[in-house]
């Protein structure tokens, strides 16, 4: 027996698979022969001998109707198989047909090749799914035939990507974070408390202030007195303590990655975290802490980079520490972190995030009708001050590059050695340098050069 298949698809993005659209036989044949039908397609199969009888396993896939004794139409009707045997006079078996009904992919092929003239993709249908496969110029073309396919398909799940990207630009990320903070704490009063008994009556006072500026975070100065008569006593603390502080953090992470891929880095450690106590052991969990970077970038047309960037620096800070039972002091920690999806070129900055903060506060605590008294009331109260100024800036420098030789890059290591013993002991070296690597000079002048005397 013969078979004859009419149909294809023309196209640089082209399916696999070919839905004929009409099929011929000219013999009698037990042999089951493929027959691909896409989902609410046709073939018409023209038959040399009459056809009697038509079989079809699968109804729920496949459908076939006798138009005339030598034409039968086969239709596709949702993805999956089912077989087709023709019959002819005296229930002799002419054809069989294994019918794959699958997504007629040939638009989408189409319309792939229309939008991505500049790249290679492959479309083939496998039941309900969709399978990508060739090659794409760039990481933003694969990308788009990827969501071209899971709105042809109806889900993301129906869609597989084996596309790989002719030349994929490599990007390095700098991320710039900068930091100043500035702190003034000011604690200028008198503290009285005492006791006065007369008798079974007895009254007691304290005019410490409502919050204190921590003694241990500031050099105190106090000067501290009592009284005592009786059974009454008073003292008196004069407190008077200051600190202006200025604090800077820079940190310039670099990190280099292939376009589409995800990249990661930090610089610093880990600090334990009890999470359980259980006869008479802790458990630990490390957390981390120090310079993180974490981005994915893509390289899009005309040089212009798409950055989902997620930057950290942090460091153990006693402020907010808490001691559990045990002894057990858990540390701190001081954090900027900073997240988001950006667009920029290539050596363009942009500044990501920012803050700019103040926290003022201030307080004065007193004796009430005693802190009115001419020249004696100052001491009776009490003032504390705060004022906390910070500023934060996260930038943010993508660059396209690519690889160099090992001799035109230069280490922080280059140079640098351990001085000997004299110069450690006479001169107070801790390493010695060497002369930098050579350069050329540069080209003198050509011509008589020189001074003219008249």
């Given at each position: 027996?013969g078979?004859?298949?009419v149909?294809?698809v023309?196209?640089?993005?082209?399916a696999?698979?070919v839905?004929p659209?009409?099929?011929s036989?000219?013999g009698?044949?037990r042999q089951?022969q493929?027959?691909?039908v896409g989902?609410?397609r046709?073939?018409?199969?023209n038959?040399?001998?009459?056809?009697?009888?038509?079989l079809v396993s699968s109804?729920?896939?496949?459908?076939?109707v006798?138009r005339t004794d030598?034409?039968?139409?086969?239709f596709?009707?949702?993805?999956?198989?089912?077989?087709?045997?023709?019959?002819?006079?005296g229930?002799r078996?002419?054809?069989t047909?294994?019918?794959?009904v699958?997504?007629?992919?040939t638009?989408?092929?189409q319309?792939?090749?229309?939008?991505?003239p500049?790249s290679d993709?492959?479309v083939?249908?496998?039941?309900s799914?969709?399978?990508l496969s060739?090659?794409?110029?760039?990481?933003?073309?694969a990308q788009m035939a990827?969501?071209?396919?899971?709105?042809f398909?109806?889900?993301?799940?129906n869609?597989?990507s084996?596309v790989?990207?002719?030349?994929?630009?490599?990007?390095?990320?700098r991320?710039t974070?900068?930091?100043v903070?500035?702190?003034?704490?000011?604690?200028?009063?008198v503290n009285?408390?005492?006791?006065?008994?007369?008798?079974n009556?007895g009254?007691?006072?304290?005019?410490?202030p409502g919050f204190?500026v921590?003694?241990?975070a500031?050099?105190?100065?106090?000067?501290?007195g009592?009284?005592?008569?009786?059974?009454s006593?008073?003292?008196?603390?004069?407190?008077?303590l200051?600190?202006?502080?200025?604090?800077?953090t820079?940190?310039?992470?670099?990190l280099?990655?292939?376009?589409g891929?995800?990249?990661?880095f930090?610089?610093g450690g880990?600090?334990p975290?009890?999470?359980g106590?259980?006869?008479?052991k802790?458990?630990?969990?490390f957390k981390p802490?120090?310079?993180?970077l974490?981005?994915?970038?893509?390289?899009l047309?005309?040089?212009?980079?798409?950055?989902r960037v997620?930057?950290?620096?942090s460091?153990?800070?006693?402020d907010?520490?808490v001691?559990?039972t045990n002894?057990?002091a858990?540390?701190a920690?001081?954090?900027?972190?900073?997240?988001?999806?950006?667009e920029l070129?290539?050596g363009?900055?942009?500044?990501?995030?920012?803050l700019l903060?103040?926290d003022?506060?201030?307080?004065?605590?007193?004796?009430?009708?005693?802190k009115?008294l001419?020249?004696l009331g100052?001491?009776?109260?009490?003032?504390?001050?705060?004022?906390?100024?910070?500023?934060?800036?996260?930038?943010?420098?993508?660059?396209?590059v690519?690889?160099?030789a090992?001799a035109?890059?230069?280490r922080?290591?280059?140079?640098?050695?351990?001085?000997?013993?004299?110069?450690t002991?006479?001169l107070?070296?801790l390493n010695r340098i060497?002369?930098?690597?050579?350069?050329p000079?540069?080209g003198?002048y050509?011509?008589?050069?020189g001074y003219?005397y008249?």
């Open positions: 027996m078979i004859g298949a149909g294809g023309n196209g640089q993005a082209h696999q698979t839905f659209s009409e099929v036989i000219d009698l044949s089951e493929l027959l691909p989902v609410g046709s073939v018409v199969v038959s040399a001998r009459i056809v009697r009888d038509v109804p729920e896939f496949v459908d076939a006798v030598k034409k039968v139409y086969i596709g009707n949702q993805p999956g198989q089912g077989t087709v045997v023709l019959f002819g006079e229930g078996q002419i054809a047909f294994k019918v794959r699958e997504q007629d992919s638009d989408l092929a319309l792939i090749s229309r939008l991505l500049n993709i492959e083939e249908s496998l039941n799914n969709i399978i060739g090659v794409a110029l760039n990481a933003q073309e990827v969501d071209i396919a899971e709105r398909a109806g889900s993301p799940e869609v597989v084996a790989t990207i002719a030349e994929r630009d490599q990007v390095q990320l991320v974070v900068a930091e903070n500035r702190t003034v704490l000011k604690q200028l009063g009285l408390s005492g006791a006065i008994n007369t008798g009556f009254v007691g006072f304290n005019t410490e204190n921590n003694p241990s500031v050099n105190q100065s106090s000067l501290v009592g009284f005592l008569a009786g059974g006593s008073v003292s008196a603390e004069v407190r008077a200051q600190r202006d502080g200025i604090a800077r820079l940190a310039e992470p670099t280099v990655a292939v376009s891929e995800n990249a990661s930090l610089a880990e600090f975290i009890p999470t106590y259980e006869d008479g802790v458990s630990l969990e802490y120090g310079v993180g974490d981005f994915t970038p893509v390289v047309a005309e040089g212009r980079i798409r950055l997620k930057t950290e620096v460091e153990l800070s006693t907010g520490a001691s559990i002894g057990i858990v540390s920690l001081k954090v900027r972190r900073a997240e988001s999806t950006v070129p290539s363009g900055t942009l500044v990501m995030a920012g903060q103040e003022y506060k201030q307080e004065i605590d007193a004796t009430p009708g005693l009115n001419p020249i100052p001491l009776f109260k009490s003032r504390d001050f705060r004022n906390n100024q910070t500023e934060l800036v996260v930038f943010v420098t993508p660059y396209v690519r690889p160099v090992t035109d890059l230069s922080p290591t280059d140079n640098l050695a351990p001085p000997s013993d004299a110069s002991v006479f107070n070296q060497y002369n930098t690597k050579e350069v000079l540069k003198g050509h011509g008589d050069i003219i008249e």
